[in-house]
């Protein structure tokens, strides 16, 4: 550890090179905490600092006991900060940088990164193993993961730029794995942060109809409408599904985005598109089983997963910095580090879309 | 009825009006018998004399009772032949024309038909509902779904276009669903004459390496290296896989084609693609349910259905007619109609990869 290394830890003096992080001991039991503050490892990792952190979507699975843990684990893997330290191979990323990273970290360099997805790298790491929700974080692939911005950001671009790191790169994957674009229809399935950012997406892709299913919330269906929401409908399964085609000359929509992951939602994709049509598939699959027949007669192109941010970083760093678009507006509750169990029970009960913490 | 149409049942003159069929009755119970000469019934319908049918891998779910029946099925959805006469709605068949059509009707018109989409039509029927292995056929929505050819063809393509009324046309629509493309990396599942067909038309696209992954037979083999193949792995299962990531710098394929419809073989095609590589399925599956996670995580696209043989017949006629590809090599046994039950026999056992049958 260097000496510049040493003096982390600034909120907590007295203990010295120890951090505020997160951890989750069990269903519903996450814990603000110090604990030490992360070192360089590998000679590729850096060490960044974060100006801002938040909470997933996919952080309630874990946290709901649906994902089951076995010990305490850190928590956390959003991230926009300035770069402390790199390791010794680290070419690329310099201290005192303003970057955005992402869950996964990733080489950008072997042939799975150069198609564009780095999110199933062949040298994939956690992105933060040592927590984003945190003070510190330690950043594996340094060069490869990380994306600096043309300067430090001014203070109101920050939530935007956190949004890049993964709900908004998430919801823009969803839009490209959906092939949405000028002139389609274009249907989201969720109205979570993910959903909503998708339907920011799709609008700047240009879809011309832009349809959120199964919402119940205004405040969430405002937020829809505010990035380019064309309508909202409300009833979910059988009834969702004939509302859509009432509105697409019974065909189905073109493109559908997938944000939710369960079985309903994911057969509610499906059979909103039209034959020939895409599904972008983002929410997290739990238990979900897709029958074959029903997808071959579909005749619907099936195509997500882990969303490779990283690879649109750059186009969104680049939109948010021309003020073109604003994703931070998800971020409708703002809590210190610490309190990072309210925001946890905020999310859980959908009294928050998307909570961010401020270190 | 026409006059014309009424000396039609040549074979039979004895019954008149009367022509050669085929229908199943049971499980392994396919019979060869006189049924009435198919008519005009709607005035779009044309009926077509065929010069050669052939007996679909597909007919073997029913003959095999997989796809249950409940009563006498006329059998038969491949065919080519000479248009006798056509319903006055009729613009673009003519009579006399030689044509190729498919196993769907469609009247290539409505959004899905122009988006390529011909096998999910709006106005989707059976292409020929009066069963194809039979003397005469009648074809729903004539113009939507027929394709002549540049003249009368000679007589040694008349294989090869019949070949492109099914076979041909699903496995060109699996390698496009596959992404197929120059200098890609293609893994092709299953070595019936659509698999064997997959590897002709990734051939044709451009494809580097071509691995035909499960076939033990080595006539299939053979043909399989003839149309383009440039590996055969034999193995199976897990097994397959490691072979291919061996292949592949342990990454797997680009492109990977699925033409069984087995739960195994849609895993098998799964796994062998690389994340971001596409699957084209066109094996109808059977009781086969993808597990959502694992599809989630491994990053593919999945693409298939149906094959919207319409799509592609004017380009594939051209390249038959032009003598550059030369599919009908499947058909490795011929017979004449009557004798369409020792076809099905032939295939079930696996004799003889695809039969064609002369009326």
Redesign the interface.
Known sequence: MTNKSRTRGSTCMILGGYMRGTALYGPYDVRSEYVPDPTIIEPTDAIIRLSATCICGSDLWPYRGVDPITRPVPMGHEYVGIVEEVGSAVKIIKPGQFVVGSFFASDNTC??CQ???Q??C?NRQPGAPTGAQAEYARIPLADGTLVPTPDLPPADLIPDLLAASDVLGTGWFAAVAAEVGPGKTVAVVGDGAVGLLAVLSARQMGAERIILIGSRHPQRQALAQEFGATDVIEARGDEAIEMLKELT???GVHSTIEAVGT?ES?MQAIRAT???GHVG?VG??????????E????????????APVRRFLPELINLIWQRVIKPGKVFDLTLPLEQVAEGYRAMDERRAIKVLLKP
Not at 284 to 293: E, F
Not at 295 to 306: A, D, I, K, N, R
């Open positions: 042939p799975i198609a564009g997805y999110t199933s062949v000359d019974g065909l079985q994911m039209r034959p020939g598939v997290v699959l739990h238990d979900v089983a897709i029958p074959g027949r997808f071959f007669f579909s005749h619907v192109h099936l195509h997500g997963g882990p």
